[in-house]
T-cell receptor, first 112, second 109 residues
């Protein structure tokens, strides 16, 4: 069966520090992978998506970046965090539209 | 621009029925999703509609009218555990998923 792992669950980081969030998928090949951010009480904002290794599309200009070094691994990074980067970060994967997106458990990031 | 509208918050009573509406204006249409999100947790998939009509899954049903740009999620026999946010999302002509801000459903005993 397909599973998605995302870690860490919570993170408190000082302003200006780096960030690395990792997401891995098991049980499927060549999935579409996504990074979303959800601010408190707000909708989901698509940050990056990837249709294959090394293929990254950015939806929102920001100080974040993403990489896909392996087929089932998706990494969200920042060199210097801002206060506005605080939020709930969700990784998701999909294969077929009718199956919807499957989300990881999320990382709650607080930048202080 | 692309837009999805759904009520911000709704309240219903345990055991009752509630209908959560969603209207959308997108560049093309390739399907509509409903997701459930409990506070502090990730969204989970509920339903997918690509053709007009009603899709039923146990206590939950989802309806779509493409000509009206309209969908609703119907929840029957409400339980306290149904208290959550319900997210409507539409896949546009580029197969990008456009998300609504979600409807927070409060269930009262």
């Amino acid at each position: 069966s397909q599973t998605i792992h995302q870690w860490p669950a919570t993170l408190v980081q000082p302003v200006g520090s780096p960030l690395s969030l990792e997401c891995t998928v098991e049980g499927t090949s060549n999935p579409n992978l996504y990074w979303y951010r959800q601010a408190a009480g707000r909708g989901l904002q698509l940050l990056f998506y990837s249709v294959g290794i090394g293929q990254i599309s950015s939806e929102v200009p920001q100080n974040l970046s993403a990489s896909r070094p392996q087929d089932r691994q998706f990494i969200l990074s920042s060199k210097k965090l801002l206060l506005s980067d605080s939020g709930f970060y969700l990784c998701a994967w999909s294969v077929q539209d009718s199956d919807g997106y499957t989300f990881g458990s999320g990382t709650r990031l607080t930048v202080v | 621009g692309q837009n999805i509208d759904q009520p911000t918050e709704m309240t219903a009573t345990e055991g009752a029925i509630v209908q959560i509406n969603c209207t959308y204006q997108t560049s093309g249409f390739n399907g509509l999703f409903w997701y459930q999100q409990h506070a502090g947790e990730a969204p989970t998939f509920l339903s997918y509609n690509v053709l007009d009509g009603l899709e039923e899954k146990g206590r939950f049903s989802s309806f779509l009218s493409r000509s009206k740009g309209y969908s609703y999620l119907l929840l029957k026999e409400l339980q306290m555990k149904d208290s959550a946010s319900y997210l409507c999302a539409v896949t546009d002509s580029n197969y990008q998923l456009i998300w609504g801000a979600g409807t927070k459903l409060i269930i009262k005993p």
